[in-house]
Nanobody, 119 residues
Framework: QVQLVESGGGLVQTGGSLRLSCIAS????????VGWYRQTPGKRRELVAA????????NPATSMEERFAISGDSAKNTVFLQLNSLKPEDTAVYSC????????????WGQGTQVTVSS
């Protein structure tokens, strides 16, 4: 089992920045992908960025938004999501998901952290 804990959310003004952290503990596999997702009431959860551990991937980080950057530290089982130039529409609960692949695909979720951007 893997446990995920997110932190770093909060209230920020438009144009501000936040750095979210997702820390994995428990039986963390050596190869996994962490995705950061966000969701607002009434809307579908959407993928914001993803990062793959292990060092064998030429492009381990993928972000759906140029203002956001994802990075990871495999040794610490921690993945960061840097949110820059925040807008009110970025307000959402941000959650991290860890997908392990061996012996089969298994998904783990954290409890989420609230990001609120004031106008």
């Amino acid at each position: 089992q893997v446990q995920l804990v997110e932190s770093g959310g909060g209230l920020v003004q438009t144009g501000g920045s936040l750095r979210l952290s997702c820390i994995a503990s428990g039986t963390v596999p050596s190869i996994y992908t962490v995705g950061w997702y966000r969701q607002t009431p009434g809307k579908r959860r959407e993928l914001v960025a993803a990062w793959t551990s292990g060092g064998g991937t030429p492009n381990p980080a993928t972000s759906m938004e140029e203002r956001f950057a994802i990075s990871g530290d495999s040794a610490k089982n921690t993945v960061f999501l840097q949110l820059n130039s925040l807008k009110p529409e970025d307000t959402a609960v941000y959650s991290c998901n860890l997908r392990s692949y061996i012996p089969q695909d298994v998904d783990y979720w954290g409890q989420g952290t609230q990001v609120t951007v004031s106008s």
